[in-house]
């Protein structure tokens, strides 16, 4: 009984921190109508943007999802893809609204590399269709370093190069140590944001409780990538809890130069 109640204590203490921190945080609204994730595989709309997604489907913005393979690493493509609506219906975004791309240049592995004018075709077309003002992907660092997610920020930014009337904001990755203290990391948000002034280009979200539960039940769609790590990161990434946005081009302007 003792050990029961200690971690009933202990996960009591921890949903009440979470909250207070959470609540502390006073969120950065991005200014957008159609908004579009840029993915590389599924499953990553929830290991990485499930933040955003929440606080933006929560704020009454239009949402789209554009994954850029799927996932067919391992032969699982028709699987994941379906995979990939059910999550993202449990996120709050229509089977209409979500895209899952299988082009031959563009198939998910560690040495397949995406050439920006694919993807940058690929987002044109999307773009297009559903008349998006805001894109919001991968930095150049991929957040795990995958070359799948750094390409499709340099396809993206390829892109708005080009249409700079659209906007375009990168998720911004974090060192190691940081990766994996959870909503803990949200303290040294709050140290970054006084010290340096770029920050005030950043949008930061931060899950409730109940989002993060949200996210974590996204996560469970994808059944095929339930491996015994998974169940370890989305308990202990930050991703799963905050999303730091950077504008990559304000105002819809884009340099030409890498950031």
């Known amino acids: 009984m003792l050990p029961f109640l200690s971690a009933l204590l202990l996960i009591t203490f921890f949903i009440y921190t979470y909250h207070v921190l959470a609540s502390f945080h006073q969120r950065q609204p991005i200014a957008t109508r159609n908004a579009l994730i840029v993915t590389a595989h599924p499953d990553d709309e929830c290991m990485f943007f499930g933040p955003t997604i929440r606080a933006l489907?929560?704020?009454?913005?239009?949402?789209?999802?554009?994954?850029?393979?799927?996932?067919?690493?391992?032969?699982?493509?028709?699987v994941r893809k379906k995979e990939l609506t059910q999550s993202c219906q449990v996120l709050g975004i229509p089977a209409s609204?979500?895209?899952?791309?299988?082009?031959?240049?563009?198939?998910?592995?560690?040495?397949?590399?995406w050439p920006p004018e694919a993807v940058s075709k690929q987002i044109r077309a999307y773009v297009s269709k559903h008349n998006i003002d805001t894109i919001i992907t991968f930095d150049e660092y991929g957040v795990s370093g995958h070359p799948n997610h750094i390409a499709v920020y340099h396809g993206?930014?390829?892109?708005?190069?080009?249409?700079?009337?659209?906007?375009?904001?990168?998720?911004?990755?974090?060192?190691?140590?940081?990766?994996?203290?959870?909503?803990?990391?949200?303290?040294?948000v709050q140290v970054e944001k006084r010290l340096w002034p770029?920050?005030?280009?950043?949008?930061?979200?931060?899950?409730?409780?109940?989002?993060?539960?949200?996210?974590?039940?996204?996560?469970?769609?994808?059944?095929?990538?339930?491996?015994?790590?998974?169940?370890?990161y989305v308990t202990f990434s930050r991703y799963m809890f905050i999303n730091q946005l950077m504008a990559v081009n304000p105002a819809g302007r884009c340099s030409s130069k890498e950031d």
């Open 57 to 78: 489907s929560s704020s009454k913005h239009r949402l789209h999802v554009l994954c850029l393979s799927t996932g067919n690493a391992d032969r699982l493509g028709v």
């Open 198 to 232: 770029t920050f005030e280009r950043a949008a930061v979200f931060v899950s409730s409780p109940g989002d993060y539960f949200v996210t974590h039940k996204a996560m469970r769609q994808h059944v095929s990538q339930l491996v015994w790590f998974r169940w370890l």
């Open 97 to 113: 609204n979500t895209r899952a791309i299988d082009q031959p240049e563009l198939q998910d592995g560690m040495l397949n590399a």
């Open 156 to 188: 993206a930014k390829h892109y708005v190069t080009e249409n700079q009337d659209i906007l375009l904001y990168k998720l911004v990755s974090i060192r190691l140590p940081r990766k994996y203290i959870g909503v803990l990391d949200l303290l040294l």
